[in-house]
């Protein structure tokens, strides 16, 4: 497709599971973004790409939130032992160099964890 | 350190008549600022951004913002609403070289016929 895309759309999970989230970013795009929104809230930063590189992960909350981008394309988010406050959509974005900001962000992961 | 106040959280408008949107930023450095908007269980889409050129912005849908720095404000309008305007708009601050949003809380528009 022609923008970026994630999986799954929702995922429901037990408190303590460990949870894996997809990002295609848009092909050939050197950046990608990861941000969380509460309910009810503006997006909040978590990390940041650029190519296979993590440049910044000031924005992740604890040590058991995980990314990467192996190839420099997909990413994936991963938390690990998951606690009710990790309930959020997760969104990804991507841009196509250094310096620009997203365009459009993905349709995000709607985690809720029970 | 930088920071986005979005004042209003709700804003109900009647079609046709004018739309405001306030935003009141925070930076240490020059500010890029930007708007997107948010439609319901989607990502959000870039309005339009303020990047050091001119000051007024204009964006896409119809959009624009004009930047005072004498203000530090980024006030989005849009002279006559549609009802495919009701969106959430969130309104966001980034530094100069840097690739990390501030955004604001977010403001939900409501588009009565």
């Known amino acids: 497709g022609a923008g970026v895309s994630q999986s799954p759309r929702y995922k429901v999970a037990k408190r303590g599971q460990d949870v894996a989230l997809r990002c295609d970013p848009i092909?050939?795009?050197?950046?990608l973004f990861w941000y969380q929104q509460a309910l009810g809230q503006g997006p909040e930063f978590l990390t940041y790409?650029?190519?296979?590189?993590?440049?910044?992960k000031s924005g992740l909350p604890s040590d058991r939130f995980f990314a990467e981008r192996p190839e420099g394309s997909v990413s994936t988010l991963k938390i690990q032992r998951t606690q009710q406050e990790d309930s959020a959509v997760y969104l990804c974005?991507?841009?196509?160099?250094?310096?620009?900001?997203?365009?459009?962000f993905g349709d995000g992961t709607r985690l809720s964890i029970l | 350190a930088q920071s986005v106040t979005q004042l209003g959280s709700h804003v109900s408008v009647s079609e046709g008549a004018l739309v405001l949107l306030r935003c009141n930023y925070s930076?240490?450095?020059?500010?890029?600022l930007f708007w997107y908007v948010q439609y319901p269980n989607q990502g959000l889409q870039l309005l339009l951004k303020?990047?050091?050129?001119?000051?007024l912005v204009k964006g896409i849908n119809g959009f624009e913002a004009e930047f005072k720095k004498s203000e530090t404000s980024f006030h989005l309008t849009k002279p006559s609403a549609h009802m495919s305007d009701a969106a959430e708009y969130f309104c966001?601050?980034?530094?100069?070289?840097?690739?990390?949003?501030?955004f604001g809380g977010g403001t939900r528009v409501l588009v009565k016929p």
């Open positions: 966001a601050v980034g530094g100069a070289a840097g690739n990390k949003l501030t």
């Open positions: 303020y990047t050091s050129a001119a000051t």
């Open positions: 092909s050939g795009h050197v950046s």
């Open positions: 790409f650029q190519n296979e590189a993590q440049l910044d």
């Open positions: 930076s240490s450095v020059p500010p890029y």
């Open positions: 974005a991507s841009s196509p160099n250094r310096v620009e900001q997203p365009q459009h």
